[in-house]
């Protein structure tokens, strides 16, 4: 993988995480701003950034990688993501860079 594109994942894994941290916390809603331009900015550079909380799960998803807690159960939803699924788009072609790594549990 080229390595400016290395580089933008592990950008885009910080974020990611600086994001989840914001909104858990209300004192640091205040950088959500920030956040959001950041995330805006890589939109518009052709990343696609998707966060699949609260999602029902789908075995036949290609672009994530799930754990599951407790017991499988036939209706199940995600409930913690720990990466994000990215996506590049050029030249009109979308590719997935990074799978997403979740967790899912039933509902």
């Known amino acids: 993988m080229d390595p400016l594109l290395t580089l933008h994942i592990r950008i ?10 914001t909104t858990a916390k209300p004192e640091l809603l205040s950088l959500q701003r920030n956040i959001d331009r950041i995330k805006q900015h890589f939109e518009e550079a052709g990343y696609t950034i998707l ?8 075995e036949t998803r290609v672009d994530y990688e799930a ?3 407790g017991d499988m ?3 199940m939803e995600i409930v913690n993501v720990i990466k994000p699924v990215v996506y590049y788009t050029e030249g009109g072609q979308k590719s997935i860079l ?10």
């Not at 885009?12 to 989840?20: G, H, P």
């Open 12 to 21: 885009i894994n910080q974020v990611f995480e600086l994001d989840k941290k």
């Open 51 to 58: 966060n699949p909380l609260g999602e029902p799960y789908r």
């Open 67 to 69: 754990s599951i807690t």
């Open 73 to 75: 159960a036939a209706e």
């Open 98 to 107: 990074q799978k997403g790594v979740v967790i899912a549990a039933a509902k």
